[in-house]
């Protein structure tokens, strides 16, 4: 099976490869709707590897600065590794601003979660997995389960929790009032327009807004089990977003894993081969017991 990974680039934008189903092989279900909200189908593909036993799930969440691309953008290296993903689609934000994005997210899990036993996996043992943008909202599910305002309505399964037991956060922001003030000029251009289309306004006249799509803000002793992997020389998402969500679990008396590649930007090539594959299975692996 032949694999290519894309850069991410300006649109910061995590491509994977797709997995074809084959009847002793991986299975792909694709474009199953999980919510509607105002009358908008949002879908999730779901890809469950080749095993006889019930997998562990992941939530996998795509970049492109929320407002560009879409789920068939996914970690297949997950799937080979015998970890069920489900790539979810959520609103982009040139049709609706914060906090829809996140809103979607949670009625994906809660949907999946209630409709473990149709499919297969394990209910109980749930990661959520973002690159950059995507990376943000992983880690901003991850700390505010049961969160009143990012909770939202959409979906049909209220009685089901979108909490998950384990968080890997590529490249992703954390601390969206303090990112374009640690922005590069050439990291500016990409992050202040797409900040103002996530706030619907400039992200400095939307504080209240900011400071609750910032996961630093929502830490707490009861979360999950956290990976953090970021470049050092990213233009785009600053490595010290990377350090403040570190800084913010270790505060609340917890450990968060983190591993830097160095000389590497933004730019998902070299996180999806060689060694930060292996650390992510193996994080997932003691998170998930899979």
Known sequence: MSHRVLSLLTLALASFPILAAAADGP?????????????QPLALDLHLPATGRS???????????????????????????????ASLDFRSTNDA???????????????????????????ERIAIVGASS????????GVTAGHRELEGTEGEHHDQSSAVQAIVSYFGA????????????????????????????????????????????HVDARDPPLLLLHGDQDAQMPVNQM????????????????????????????????APVERVVSFLKRALGS
């Open 27 to 39: 299975r792909d279900i694709r474009d199953i709707v999980f919510a509607r909200p105002g009358g």
């Open 243 to 274: 350090h403040e969500l570190e800084g913010a679990y270790e505060a609340a008396g917890l450990k968060a894993e983190t591993m830097v590649l160095h000389g590497v930007g933004h730019d998902g090539g070299p996180f999806f081969q060689g």
């Open 174 to 217: 954390s601390n969206l009032t303090t990112i374009l003030s640690q922005s590069t000029p050439a990291g500016l251009q990409v992050r202040r327009p797409a900040l103002q289309k996530l706030f619907g306004g400039p992200a400095e006249e939307k504080t209240s807004l900011a400071r609750l799509a910032s996961p630093v803000f």
């Open 55 to 85: 997998p562990a799930l992941v939530v996998y969440l795509h970049g492109g600065a929320w407002h560009s691309g879409d789920k068939s953008q996914y970690p297949a290296f997950l799937v080979e590794r015998g970890f069920a993903v």
């Open 134 to 141: 995507g990376g943000h909202l992983a880690a901003l599910a």
């Open 97 to 123: 601003p914060f906090p829809a994005n996140i809103h979607d997210v949670k009625a994906g899990i809660r949907f999946l979660r209630a409709k473990a036993k149709d499919y297969g996996y394990r209910a």
